[in-house]
């Protein structure tokens, strides 16, 4: 049995010393040619980054980013009734039934019928929600930090100004039309 140099460590498959040769340029893809021009398709695939990110830094909660963005708006506007909620958070009535749902499951929100109008459930955050997003918080700052870090300072803040352009501009649209 021969004994390998610490540089010749096998890692994931590469040694060490093959894993720090520079690389070429990537082969020719024209299937990412053509997606990597679509921005639908970039900002998904950014979501799911983003989401990655977020489950890595939380996994020890079983939570969602939609479900810590529900608990941020019910921490700062307790007894929101689901249409106002839905609305704070540009989500349809079905989701945010079901977001509400899951939360009153886990005892991070608590509804109650809307005295002004029975149709309706009014929903606050619990103890318990208002505990786990502070828990939380520097994580989900990280997360969001780890999104956008591939980004130069100057570059962050140009690409939050225009992906805040954007949706503002198109939720103005939908107000319209």
């Known amino acids: 049995m021969t004994k390998r140099s610490p540089a010749r460590k096998k890692t994931g498959g590469t040694t ?21 021009r679509r921005p639908g398709f970039l900002i998904r695939r950014l979501t799911q980054i983003g989401q990655a990110i977020f489950f890595d830094l939380c996994k020890s909660e079983s939570i969602t980013p939609l479900q810590i963005g529900m608990l941020t708006a019910l921490s700062m506007n307790p007894w929101l009734d689901q249409k106002a909620l839905g609305r704070e958070l540009s989500l349809d009535r079905t989701t945010t039934a ?12 608590e509804t109650r019928v809307n005295p002004d109008d029975r149709r309706s459930r009014l929903s606050v955050i619990t103890k318990d929600g208002l505990n786990l997003i502070n828990d939380l918080q520097e994580s989900i700052h990280r997360s969001q930090e780890l999104l956008i870090e591939p980004l130069s300072p100057e570059d962050r803040a140009v690409f939050m100004r225009l992906l805040a352009q954007l949706v503002d501009a198109h939720e103005k649209m939908e107000k319209q039309g």
């Open 98 to 109: 079901e977001v509400v749902k899951r939360l009153v499951d886990k005892g991070l929100v």
């Open 16 to 36: 060490e010393v093959e894993a720090a040769k520079p690389k070429g340029p990537e082969p020719f893809n024209p299937l990412r040619e053509v997606m990597w």
